[in-house]
């Protein structure tokens, strides 16, 4: 199917309709207009009241980007909804710096956005589809931070956020045998379980990455890089939540005895500040991230396996486990042209970043359940949600005016 191109728009909008276990037998109220050839896919939709409606509501029409019925699976998503041109626009094209790009869910909670950001046991989602797509091509030009000090430092002198970047090896051992942080080419350890079905107990087991969701498969997709250049892969990942923004690789429960004492060392994490530093004065970041070089895709995955686990959740009366906090995913592509005859690479570092958002869904009191913590949880997610559909709205009436 011909994948879809970044347009005019400021940002381009798709829908996903999630299968729903309940509707056997009810009236449908959602209708999925036809398009005019085959091999097209449909951009609108329209909602019309159930017939015993007292409020007598209007039949309303929306249009989207793109709409995806509930039989579209993750590989029709991944090609179809500009995440590959992003992929190219990120890379760069050749003798060109790349561009930053985003993709982010947005919806009420237990709509399925997690589901489709991060997929589940059996099924990868965007996340692992676009890491899979992305060290396939970059592989041969990728850069080994663990056995190059010199690239490694040069890669932390060239990060303007004040982070703390580490060898995934380095980061993985921290993590899960409780070594030093210092430079390390220790092997990568292996995985046992996904954070997906990770049981409870005193400490957190070892994944492996071969228990992990491998379909769909990619192999047949391509996408452009510049082969003149040389790539680094660095990996970060934060949340935000009750207003507050919190690295989810400074890993606090890894240890931890139990789901209170778990609880109690979350509490206790330090909130990072979105500012400006003394390298990006123009430019906003989340200063003091601790940032991970992947060398390759299993690395990748380990890294957002381990950061999941510190994600804040909880089981609302619309999900079971729902996230309580915004999610962010951050794929930072350092960019530098390579070596030729020998002669090593002396210049500058360029980056562009592709961030993705698993964005906590909005809810209704009466409808979660939700009391007590939980219940102000919602209140923050729900205001922040507002004043984000408050930007968006500001942002295109600029762009037509």
Known sequence: MEQSRPSAALF??????????????????LDVEETRHAHQLPTHITIKPPADDKRKRA????????????????RELLENIGILPILEGVLGQPGREGRD????????????????ILGSKSQRGITQLALDVLYRHTAPTLVDADYSPSAFSSLCQADVSEGHLL????????????????YSRAATPGM????????????????????????PHVEDIEIAI??????AVVVSMYEVHNDRIYDLLASSSSSAGNKQQQQQQQAKR?????KSTEKSPDRKVVAGLKKVVCSTLEEALLVLETGLTERRVAGTGSNAVSSRSHGFFNIEIKKRARSTRGIPVSGPWTTSTLTIVDLAGSERARAAKTAG????????????????????????????A
């Open 373 to 400: 913590a939980t219940l102000a949880e919602a209140g923050k997610i729900n205001e922040s949600l507002m004043y984000l559909g408050q930007c968006m709205q500001l942002q295109a009436d600029q762009a037509k």
């Open 270 to 274: 330090r909130a990072l500040l979105f």
């Open 226 to 231: 510049d082969r003149d250049a040389e790539y």
């Open 192 to 215: 046992e379980t996904s954070f997906m079905s990770m049981p409870a107990g005193p400490r957190r087991n070892i994944p492996r990455v071969s228990n992990l969701a491998n379909h």
């Open 101 to 116: 790009g985003l993709l982010a869910t947005l919806g009420v909670t237990g709509s399925g956005k997690s589901h489709t």
């Open 59 to 74: 039949i309303e029409k929306f249009g989207f980007t793109r709409v995806f019925e509930e039989r579209c699976g993750q």
């Open 167 to 182: 060898t995934a090896s380095n980061f993985l051992d921290s993590i899960y045998y409780g070594g030093d942080v210092s």
């Open 12 to 29: 381009d909008v798709y829908l996903r309709l999630r299968p729903s276990a309940s509707a056997a037998g009810k009236e449908r109220f």
